[in-house]
């Protein structure tokens, strides 16, 4: 089965500063879903990756989607309070398949202000 | 346009109870996921549903636990006779279309067994 691994598993990060999470998969990724999550709430959409070399804005977060598709990193310019939370990565199944996205173990992230 | 409903939002319930948990997709989605998230274990997935069938259920317990997504109504994940191992949030998501569409969640429960 295809499995995701996040790093790093938390991160402090300086209101202002940029930071990088990595999301490494096992297998071939056949589409990339990067999501976060607040404190006891449910997962919001944030970016969908499916080529390789993709990459995608939203604000001040850009994705990216490795040419081999085995790897992403979403990057956060310039670092606020609301970006605070746990940042998932999911990725489709390789090959496709029924059960939906599998999910890394998230990364928590907490802005220092 | 309403977003994807669990309910409730906490859940209390002694060893040996019975769990209910709703979750009521967005408007014209036929396409359910429920998944477990435990602190140390991330987001687990457990069952993917479209209405009135059962397509993957290979994450989920093959006792206790069960799941339908009836014509009308909510989707319900059960749990019978639920275990302190069964504390954890249970999330519920849903798409539109195709398995592989962007899914919506929920807010969750979170199930406390006592």
Redesign the interface.
């Known amino acids: 089965s295809q499995e995701l691994e996040q790093s790093p598993q938390s991160l402090i990060v300086q209101e202002g500063k940029n930071l990088t999470i990595n999301c490494t998969s096992s297998k071939t990724l056949y589409g990339l879903y990067w999501y976060k999550q607040k404190y006891g709430e449910g997962l919001i959409f944030l970016m969908m990756l499916q080529k390789g070399g993709e990459e995608k804005s939203h604000e001040k977060i850009t994705a990216k989607l490795d040419e081999k598709k085995q790897q992403s990193s979403l990057h956060i310019t310039a670092s606020q309070p609301s970006h605070a939370g746990i940042y998932l990565c999911g990725a489709v199944a390789s090959g496709g398949g029924a059960d939906g996205l599998t999910f890394g173990k998230g990364t928590h992230l907490i802005i220092q202000p | 346009n309403a977003g994807?409903m669990?309910n409730p939002r906490h859940l209390v319930r002694r060893r040996g109870q019975e769990a209910r948990l709703r979750c009521s997709p967005m408007k014209g989605h036929s396409h359910v996921?429920w998944?477990r998230q435990l602190p140390e274990?991330?987001?687990?997935?457990m069952v993917?549903l479209q209405k009135e069938n059962i397509?993957?259920e290979?994450?989920m317990p093959k006792e206790r636990f069960s799941a339908e997504f009836p014509k009308e109504g909510p989707s319900i994940l059960r749990i019978q006779q639920v275990v302190r191992g069964d504390s954890a949030a249970y999330?519920c998501?849903s798409a539109p279309r195709a398995?592989?569409e962007?899914?919506?969640?929920?807010?969750?429960t979170?199930l406390s067994v006592l």
Do not use: N, R, T
């Open positions: 994807v669990q996921y998944y274990e991330g987001l687990k997935f993917y397509i993957d290979s994450g999330f998501a398995p592989h962007k899914l919506f969640f929920g807010s969750g979170q």
